[in-house]
């Protein structure tokens, strides 16, 4: 644009976030390297809440000073350890990333067939697809690191002694029982445990293999707020299911709200009925 003429300047707002030097490395013929910005707006929702802006694909991004670049210190010669790392999520790949590229050697082992965790339901919901970029760049920034990256393998204890440190990033599980801080005198929901009940996890798994899976009917019961439970249900309601949202907060997807999320999810959960 600026070489074009068509502009004397050009003024990039989020992306410098995710990729502090996206411009000399443009420049440097380096674009593989160049960290996209997903639009996961974790910036915009953190100034919202009061919070220190950071970026969801930059975890250096406001603590420059001990994390930036230059700061990342390789291990003298002959410490070099044996690394493995248990899961291959974004926590996984970020982690394996920086210990390779310190100098350690690096294994890490994801059981499903796939490097992405989490991100890989989010992406597959109407509105994230540009969630499958953040699990491309952090897988491809692994692998140029020299990881070795063991898909559909699950670390066991045997691996985890076997090596010099280890790193556990399996992540958390859905809370099965339907517990809530809004009522603490009760332990969950009764019925928690019928069949037809599950977390929303294993319910958007199992929706994005078939969203007819999950029955004619669905109620989703969401306190998180966030982008999962809008996305099922867009899922879901767009292929003709009947789902309606309950929620203990005053109104359905206050996190959506701060991250500019919530008008784009509430047209098409009104399209889909």
Not at 13 to 20: D, Q
Not at 21 to 43: F, N, Q, S, T, Y
Not at 234 to 251: K, M, N, R, S, Y
Request: charged share 25%; with cysteine.
């Amino acid at each position: 644009i600026v070489g074009a003429g068509a502009a004397d300047a050009l003024a990039v707002a989020r992306a410098p976030m995710a990729a502090p030097h996206l411009v000399r490395k443009a420049r440097e013929g380096r674009a593989e390297e160049i960290v996209p910005c997903v639009g996961a707006m974790v910036c915009v929702r953190r100034l919202g809440e009061q919070n220190a802006v950071t970026c969801l694909m930059n975890p250096a991004m406001g603590r420059e000073a001990a994390w930036g670049e230059g700061r990342l210190v390789p291990v003298a010669r002959g410490a070099a350890r044996a690394a493995l790392v248990a899961g291959g999520g974004p926590a996984g790949l970020k982690a394996a990333t920086l210990a390779a590229r310190r100098g350690h050697r690096v294994v890490l082992m994801e059981r499903e067939a796939r490097t992405g965790g989490r991100l890989r339901l989010l992406a597959a919901m109407p509105l994230r697809t540009r969630w499958g970029l953040a699990i491309d760049s952090l897988d491809a920034a692994a692998r140029r690191a020299g990881v070795e990256i063991r898909e559909g393998s699950e670390a066991r204890a045997a691996d985890i002694l076997a090596a010099d440190k280890a790193i556990v990033a399996t992540g958390a599980a859905w809370e099965r029982t339907g517990f809530s801080a809004y009522r603490p005198e009760r332990e969950g929901i009764p019925g928690a445990e019928l069949g037809f009940v599950l977390d929303i996890g294993a319910a958007a798994a199992r929706a994005i293999a078939d969203p007819a899976s999950l029955g004619r009917r669905v109620v989703i019961l969401d306190e998180t707020q966030d982008a999962l439970a809008a996305g099922l249900a867009d899922l879901l309601g767009g292929a003709g299911t009947q789902v309606e949202i309950l929620t203990p907060h005053l109104f359905f997807g206050d996190a959506l709200a701060r991250s500019y999320d919530l008008s784009f999810a509430m047209q098409r959960l009104r399209a889909a009925g």
